[in-house]
């Protein structure tokens, strides 16, 4: 197969598994970094052995040399480079959440389709194995219709700072950060159904804690506690079309004993458990089993996801195949998240 060549736009905290992923895969090959950091792009460059370091992502974008782009920046920005990525005749792998508002992600759509290009929103989750071998048995009708899901990403301390606490640059707070995970990962395993109404609710009563001492946590490259315009907690119940329910909750902190991660979901024949472990609930010769698959991991492998993710943009951008998280999937999930804030802010039901 040809080489796919590459260039990775923003070179913070999460481009290392990027760039970790892409240099494990024999089709792809490193050619730039860009940071309007030029340090930061520096360091990874020497560090990954790219060629090319750009601090202006539209000089980047004008390297004929380039196939493919990482967008690993901060959210205010996935529409702008996406779009130019597209237009600069790109394929674009787009770190979620796709954008900040419907609006910018309707723009990415559009884009998408006059450059005939592809793009593969980050919806890490899916990619995880677990994730694909459960995706078997769902497939397969064990479960039967899935009708409930249950998710939610609790951390007591854990406001990463910077531009993701400033709701400009992120579009919110915990939930467009990572319940955006956790609701794109029911919503693919429910089999994408249309989201109808949202009721939904957001707290801003802690602050981000910034006070605290001896616990550590994940920090944006560039920390910085002084602004903080996100929610630190929302919860939301979402309505399908055909009848299903998804409850999540998810907080950046929360006077909660430990950090904890769920998600659940039930069909009429059978049900499952990804988060904290997988774990497969069903019955048989009028008896409840509880299984357990036996496979590398129980938990999330975030290496092996990153991997998978990386592997499969490698793939689609070099053969044509459509992307298992497509940007409509991005659009989608954009419109539930937007619809949470709205119902939150509004104190009622949102119909979609
Ligand atoms: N998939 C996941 O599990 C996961 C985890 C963490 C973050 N993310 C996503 O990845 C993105 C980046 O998050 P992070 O934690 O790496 O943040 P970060 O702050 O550590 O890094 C972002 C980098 O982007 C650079 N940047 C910002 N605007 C730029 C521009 N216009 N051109 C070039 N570079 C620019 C910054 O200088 C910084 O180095 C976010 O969208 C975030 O939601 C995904």
């Given at each position: 197969?040809?080489s796919?060549?590459?260039?990775v736009i923003g070179?913070g905290s999460?481009s290392?598994?990027?760039?970790n992923a ?13 940071d309007?950091?030029g340090q930061r792009?520096s ?5 990954y052995g790219?060629?090319k370091?750009y601090?202006?992502?539209r000089e ?13 920046t ?6 702008p480079?996406s779009i130019a990525a597209?237009?600069a005749g790109?394929h674009?792998?787009?770190e ?5 508002t419907v609006?910018?992600a309707l723009?990415i759509?559009?884009?998408?389709r ?5 793009l ?11 994730v ?6 769902i ?11 249950k998710?939610?990403t609790?951390?007591?301390?854990g406001?990463?700072g910077?531009?993701f ?6 579009g919110?707070?915990?939930l ?5 995970h ?6 693919y395993?429910m ?7 949202v009721s939904?609710?957001t ?6 804690r ?5 616990l550590s946590?994940?920090?944006?490259a560039?920390?910085?506690?002084s ?6 907690l929302?919860n ?12 999540v909750?998810?907080s950046f902190?929360?006077?909660?004993k430990k ?6 979901l ?7 458990e ?6 497969i609930?069903?019955?048989k010769?009028?008896t409840?089993?509880?299984i ?5 991991y ?6 092996a996801?990153f ?6 943009f ?5 053969t044509g ?16 998240l ?8 509004k104190g009622e039901?949102i119909?979609?």
């Amino acid at each position: 197969m040809a080489s796919l060549r590459i260039g990775v736009i923003g070179t913070g905290s999460i481009s290392e598994l990027h760039l970790n992923a892409y240099s494990a895969n024999p089709s792809a090959s490193l050619v730039a970094v860009c940071d309007i950091n030029g340090q930061r792009a520096s360091d990874v460059a020497a560090k990954y052995g790219a060629g090319k370091i750009y601090t202006d992502y539209r000089e980047m974008l004008a390297d004929p040399n380039i196939d493919a782009v990482s967008v690993c920046t901060w959210n205010n920005t996935h529409a702008p480079i996406s779009i130019a990525a597209l237009d600069a005749g790109k394929h674009v792998l787009v770190e979620k959440p796709l954008c900040r508002t419907v609006e910018e992600a309707l723009a990415i759509e559009q884009a998408v389709r006059r450059s005939s290009k592809l793009l593969q929103v980050g919806f890490v989750r899916r990619y995880d194995p677990n994730v694909a071998m459960l995706r078997r048995f769902i497939d397969d009708g064990e479960f039967g219709k899935l009708y409930f899901a249950k998710a939610s990403t609790i951390r007591r301390l854990g406001n990463p700072g910077g531009w993701f606490s400033d709701t400009e640059r992120s579009g919110g707070g915990p939930l467009i950060d990572i319940g955006v995970h956790i609701i794109d990962l029911c919503w693919y395993l429910m089999g994408r159904p249309k989201a109808t109404t949202v009721s939904a609710n957001t707290y801003r009563q802690l602050g981000n804690r910034a006070h605290i001492e001896n616990l550590s946590f994940y920090k944006a490259a560039d920390y910085d506690a002084s602004k903080n315009t996100v929610e630190d907690l929302a919860n939301a119940i979402i309505r399908f079309e055909n009848g299903a329910s998804l409850m999540v909750d998810v907080s950046f902190t929360l006077h909660a004993k430990k950090d904890e991660s769920v998600v659940r979901l039930y069909g009429d024949k059978g049900g499952f458990e990804i988060d904290p472990e997988i774990a497969i609930v069903t019955e048989k010769h009028n008896t409840i089993l509880n299984i357990e698959p036996q496979t590398d991991y129980s938990r999330l492998n975030i290496q092996a996801a990153f991997q998978n993710e990386i592997d499969h943009f490698v793939r689609c951008a070099l053969t044509g195949e459509t992307p298992i998280s497509p940007v409509e999937d991005g659009v989608a999930i954009m419109r539930i998240l937007r619809s949470i804030y709205e119902s939150a802010e509004k104190g009622e039901e949102i119909k979609l």
